[in-house]
């Protein structure tokens, strides 16, 4: 199996077998990510999209310098953010559906962890989504989000203390 | 305790396994002697379980997604020329796609395509 920065090489090169493998590898993290940022399905797919349509486009200038996760996560940032200014943020309606209902009465704690996130800045969600579920390290958010270490950290700091409070 | 302060902010990291060496084993060595940052992981580790949970709960983006991205990277064919077989052959072609016209040229051989050049004049040059 071709490691990620083998397929972007190959992506540059304009080879279409490649770009379905790396979509694969990427397409619905990115979704994931942009559902955590935008709270609204049809604007993450939109990013979705519009992130994997610019990784295509731009696979010639990735150098290798970072991970290609944390390229594709900064380049699907970078197309939430647009959306979200093309938007207008008060017209937007976030879904209250994002995640598929579980027919199990027990998932009272699950349901508060969903209640709790949403309840986050989206600054902190991000931290939260990017450290927990992606599992990158706080230097990789910093370069992601293009701000300080210690502000990824200052934020992870003020997301667990929010989320300690909604949960007990 | 100013060493609690330095352990807490590094934990979550610590609880996905994402900090360098040295800093791991620094978090680890504190741990044995901390019942409060102990602590501190444990609600840690249930946070991340949660969250976890939660983005897999989240819907998957639809196939019709790439269908959409391949129709945008590849573009619209306005010309097209095929000499040879699936084994080998050659195309010569262009496309009109957002953002320029590409003029490429691939050959076949035994199935599989291999770009041999692809040059793309920007719209409006």
Known sequence: ?168 | MSDCVRIRELIAWYATGSLSRAESTEVTAHLASCEGCREELAATLQLKVGVESEVRRMPRLPESAWKRVVASVRGRPIAQIDVGSFLLGFTLGARVRRGGVPVYGDMRLLGRKIRLFNVEKEEGE
Do not use: C
């Open chain 1, 1 to 168: 199996m071709l490691s990620d920065q083998q397929l972007v090489r190959r992506v540059a090169a304009e080879d279409e077998d490649a770009f379905r493998d790396l979509y694969d590898r990427y397409a619905d993290r990115v979704f994931r990510y942009g559902l955590t940022l935008l709270r609204n399905r049809h604007l993450a797919e939109e990013a979705a999209q519009e992130a994997m349509i610019a990784v295509w486009k731009s696979a010639r200038r990735f150098e290798g310098r970072s991970k290609v996760s944390t390229w594709v996560f900064g380049i699907a940032r970078n197309k939430a953010l647009d959306l979200i200014r093309r938007e207008k943020r008060g017209d937007r309606v976030p879904d209250v559906s994002l995640v598929t209902p579980d027919p199990a009465p027990t998932l009272r704690k699950q349901e508060l962890v969903q209640h709790a996130l949403g309840e986050l800045p989206e600054s902190q969600r991000e931290v939260v989504f990017l450290t927990f579920y992606e599992g990158l390290s706080y230097g990789e958010i910093s370069g992601i989000l293009g701000i300080p270490e210690g502000t990824v950290k200052s934020r992870m700091f003020h997301a667990k203390r929010r989320l300690a409070e909604v949960l007990s």
